[in-house]
């Protein structure tokens, strides 16, 4: 039988150590999701444009970004990135929390990219006579994009988005390979100073899982209270 000690995540230092990990994993997935939604929007603008470089440009960030790893990301924004910066700046970085900065720049471009082509899936569903009634109505490209547009769009998109923040939570476990402290990294801290692999990594496995089952709920109950009842 294994001897699964429960005291250890019940209380003490190491289940503070876990708890705070967590906090920090939900943390980053909200800052992030706050971050990619309008970055997201304007992407899915851009590619939607009638201005051709736009297109263009809103294209090469799709491609540029989805089709890299999140890892290599990361550790992109971590190391290489700074580089680039004034000195007094980056050691302002460093002398700061960079990790959890380069993080959440890495997730929020990452998640912005993915997010824009949900977007700009529900903008395409809407029928191009509604932008047509809009322009007819005196409106220009842009007033008829956000007044008549994309809060049909965004309706629409809704259950694909939250599909996306899904996909951000469990992302945000690559964090720990830049030294940020969140559930996985604290995971490890706790693994390598009790050498208790079993509850340290029991306690972020039924985390991940609790928080993703919320998540998926979100989902449903989307599903069940809009899409469902405006089928009927």
């Known amino acids: 039988m294994l001897d699964f000690d429960y005291s250890l995540l ?33 992407i899915a603008l851009l590619r939607l444009s ?3 470089p736009l297109q263009w440009l809103g294209f090469a960030y799709v491609e540029s970004i989805r ?12 190391f290489a990135a700074p580089e680039f910066l004034p000195e007094s700046f980056r050691e302002w970085l460093y002398a700061g929390n960079i990790e959890a900065i380069s993080a959440i720049v890495a997730l929020t471009l990452y998640t912005a990219a993915f997010m824009s082509e ?9 029928p191009t006579v509604q932008l047509e009634a809009g322009r007819a109505l005196g409106f ?24 996306q923040t899904f996909n951000l939570w469990k992302n945000t476990s690559i964090a720990t390979v830049v030294g940020v402290a969140e559930l996985m ?32 709920g979100a989902a449903a109950w989307y599903q069940h209270r809009y899409v469902q009842a405006k089928s009927r």
């Not at 943390?27 to 929007?41: D, F, Q």
């Not at 949900?118 to 809407?126: T, V």
């Not at 490890?188 to 928080?211: D, H, K, P, W």
């Open 67 to 78: 089709n890299i790893p999140l890892l290599a990301h990361m550790l992109f924004w971590y």
């Open 140 to 163: 220009g490209y842009l007033a008829s994009m956000r007044l008549v547009v994309l809060p049909q769009a965004l309706r629409v998109t809704v259950a694909p988005l939250i599909s």
């Open 10 to 42: 019940l209380s003490g230092q190491y289940h503070d150590m876990l708890l705070s990990g967590l906090m920090l994993s939900i943390k980053l997935a909200c800052v992030t999701l706050v971050c990619a939604l309008p970055l997201a929007l304007f």
């Open 118 to 126: 949900d977007i700009r899936s529900g903008i395409r569903a809407i």
């Open 50 to 52: 009638p201005v051709r």
């Open 185 to 216: 990294y604290q995971a490890g801290q706790v693994e390598t100073a009790t050498f208790r692999s079993l509850e340290s990594f029991a306690f972020a496995t039924s985390a991940y899982l609790s928080v993703s089952l919320l998540i998926t």
